[in-house]
């Protein structure tokens, strides 16, 4: 697969991910990504990341995190962030969201 095909695929399964509100569902070691877990204080974050070659590289970000303040009850925000880079720039953005 080429980097636009592979980044194109990403997108399908995070919009998968966001209809059925699921982030579980996003799985991406069968097209090389690694999973990072990082410890932030959100309630879940990862990072998944796949080095295409030595310039080019996809990066996923997934951050789970209470909305709520005082007084207020509010669902969980889901958010997805995907960057197709080459070299230091971003050719592509991909975000997308949900709420449970």
Same mark, same amino acid.
């Given at each position: 697969?080429?980097?636009?095909? *592979?980044?194109?695929?990403? @997108?399908?399964? %995070?919009?998968?991910? /966001?209809?059925?509100?699921?982030?579980?569902?996003?799985? $991406?070691?069968?097209?090389?990504?690694?999973?990072?877990?990082?410890?932030?204080?959100?309630?879940?974050?990862?990072?998944?990341?796949?080095? *295409?070659?030595?310039?080019? @590289?996809?990066? %996923?970000?997934?951050? /789970?995190?209470?909305?709520?303040?005082?007084?207020?009850? $509010?669902?969980?925000?889901?958010?997805?962030?995907?960057?197709?880079?080459?070299?230091?720039?971003?050719?592509?953005?991909?975000?997308?969201?949900?709420?449970?």
């Amino acid at each position: 697969m080429e980097n636009k095909e *592979i980044f194109e695929e990403v @997108k399908r399964r %995070i919009q998968r991910s /966001c209809e059925t509100k699921d982030h579980a569902i996003l799985e $991406l070691s069968d097209l090389g990504f690694k999973k990072e877990d990082v410890n932030d204080g959100r309630l879940i974050h990862y990072q998944f990341k796949l080095n *295409i070659d030595p310039t080019s @590289k996809i990066e %996923i970000d997934f951050r /789970c995190y209470d909305q709520s303040g005082p007084f207020q009850n $509010l669902p969980d925000m889901n958010k997805f962030t995907a960057h197709l880079k080459e070299g230091n720039e971003i050719i592509e953005t991909y975000q997308d969201t949900y709420e449970d």
